[in-house]
C-alpha cells in the first residue's frame, strides 16, 4: 500500500509542469481611470479594471505582447480545438471572460463559439461585471483553457473544466480597447460569483510544479506589438529575474496581492507613514495617494495634462528615483522621464492605499507565490534600460 502511495505521488509530480507564456505590448488608446462599483480604484493606460469582491514536474512560461510599455497582453484559447483570444492577464481580479458568438455589438473581437468545442460543458448561470467605466455581462460556461497560442510546437499550461464567462454584452472602455477579455491571477476570495480563477484551478488540479507563478515585463519603449515579457507558471523565472536575490514579504491580504509598504522617498521628500499597496500588472502607473502626487509634481514642476491623465515633466530634467521601501529594504523605480509615473489613487478609506503598477513592475520581477501568501521581488534583467 505504501509503494502504491508513492508511486501515485511520483506520477503526479511527473505530470505536473513549469510552463513559460510570452506575452506582447500594445497600445491601449483609451487613457481612462475605470472605477468599480462601489470602490474609489485606478486605472491608467492600458490598466483595465481594479475590482472590488462582491459576491514531468516543471513550469508553463507565457509570453506576453507589449504595446509602447502600455497594456501587455496574453494569448490564450479556450476549447478543442483552440479557440484564440488576446487578454489582460490581471493580478487585481479574479474572474475570467472573453465575449460569446451571441455578442454581436463588437465585431472587431474575438468571440467564442461553444458549438465548435468537443470539450464544451454549458453552465447558464447569469453573470454580471460593472465597473465605472465599462461592464461585461452574460452566461457562464465551461471549458478547457490554455495559457498561451494555438501552437502544436507551443508547450503550455492547459487547464481543463475552468469554468469562463461568455459575455453577450460589454460596454465601455472595453468596447473599443484591442483586448478581447480579462484573465483574472487573484485570490478565489474575491471571484464574483465565487468562481474558482484558472490558475487556481490548476494548482488545484496539480498541474504546475509550484503554487506560484512569475511574472517579467520587458521595457520596449515606442515599439508597437513588440515582446512584452514572459509569465512562468509553477516557479520562479530563473531567466530573467536575479532570483538568487529574491526577497518575500507576507501578504497582509489574500485577496489581492497586497502586502505594507513603509515608507517612499524621491530626492528631499520623505515619507514613512507606512500604507498597504499591492501589485498589479494591470495598471499601466504607479497609483498613490493624492496628496503624494501633487506634492512630488509640484516638487518636479510637473504641469498636468487632461488629455493623458499624467503630470508631464521635461524631457531633459534630471531627479532622483522614486525608492519604496518594502520589508526592510528600498526598491528604485527610476522610470519617471517626460512623465511621472504616478497617479492620484484614493481607495475611499477602504482597501490598499498605492497599486504598484507596471513601472515598478519592469523594474522587479514578481514572484506571486499562491501557496506560501506572500510576494517576492527580483531585480528584472531588462535588454532596454
Not at 122 to 143: E, L, M, R, V, W
Not at 202 to 211: E, F, G, M, N, R
Request: glycine letters at 10%.
Amino acid at each position: 500500500m505504501r509503494f502504491i502511495v508513492l508511486f501515485f505521488a511520483v506520477l503526479v509530480a511527473v505530470f505536473a509542469q513549469v510552463y513559460r507564456m510570452p506575452l506582447r505590448k500594445q497600445v491601449n488608446l483609451h487613457a481612462t481611470r475605470l472605477t468599480p462599483q462601489g470602490a474609489l480604484t485606478l486605472r491608467t493606460l492600458g490598466g483595465v479594471l481594479y475590482q472590488q469582491a462582491h459576491a514531468s514536474i516543471g513550469s508553463d512560461l507565457l509570453r506576453v505582447s507589449d504595446y509602447d510599455d502600455a497594456e501587455y497582453v496574453g494569448d490564450i484559447t479556450i476549447g478543442t480545438p483552440g479557440q484564440p483570444f488576446k487578454v489582460v492577464l490581471d493580478t487585481s481580479t479574479a474572474n475570467f471572460w472573453v465575449p460569446d458568438s451571441t455578442n454581436t455589438g463588437v465585431p472587431t473581437k474575438h468571440n467564442f463559439l461553444s458549438g465548435y468545442s468537443t470539450t464544451y460543458v454549458k453552465n447558464g448561470k447569469p453573470f454580471t461585471i460593472s465597473y465605472g467605466t465599462g461592464s461585461a455581462k452574460g452566461f457562464y460556461g465551461q471549458d478547457t483553457v490554455r495559457f498561451g497560442p494555438n501552437e502544436a510546437t507551443t508547450s503550455a499550461l492547459t487547464v481543463p473544466r475552468c469554468t469562463f464567462g461568455q459575455a453577450t454584452s460589454i460596454a465601455g472602455i472595453f468596447t473599443n480597447d484591442t483586448i478581447d477579455g480579462i484573465l483574472g491571477l487573484a485570490f478565489h476570495s474575491i471571484a464574483v460569483d465565487n468562481i474558482k480563477p484558472p490558475f487556481i484551478e490548476a494548482i488545484d488540479q496539480k498541474l504546475v510544479q509550484q503554487p506560484l507563478f512569475t511574472v517579467f515585463l520587458a521595457r520596449d519603449g515606442p515599439e508597437t506589438n513588440a515582446a512584452g515579457g514572459v509569465y512562468t507558471y509553477g516557479a520562479i523565472d530563473t531567466v530573467n529575474c536575479a532570483y538568487q536575490y529574491t526577497a518575500y514579504v507576507p501578504l497582509s491580504s489574500a485577496t489581492y496581492y497586497q502586502f505594507r509598504l513603509d515608507a517612499v522617498y524621491m530626492g528631499t521628500y520623505r515619507n514613512e507613514k507606512g500604507w498597504q499597496a499591492i501589485s498589479d500588472t494591470g495598471s499601466s502607473l504607479i497609483g498613490a495617494p493624492p496628496d503624494m502626487v501633487q506634492y512630488i509634481a509640484s516638487m518636479l514642476l510637473a504641469k498636468y495634462d487632461p488629455t493623458s491623465g499624467l503630470y508631464i515633466i521635461p524631457c531633459e530634467a534630471t531627479f532622483a528615483d522614486l525608492a519604496l521601501m518594502i520589508g526592510g529594504r528600498q526598491y528604485d523605480v527610476a522610470e519617471t522621464k517626460c512623465a511621472l509615473a504616478m497617479s492620484p489613487f484614493s481607495g475611499g478609506g477602504f482597501g490598499p492605499s498605492f497599486i504598484l503598477g507596471d513601472p515598478f513592475i519592469r523594474e522587479y520581477c514578481q514572484v506571486y507565490d499562491v501557496g506560501n501568501k506572500r510576494i517576492g521581488f527580483a531585480l528584472a534583467k531588462q535588454q532596454f534600460t
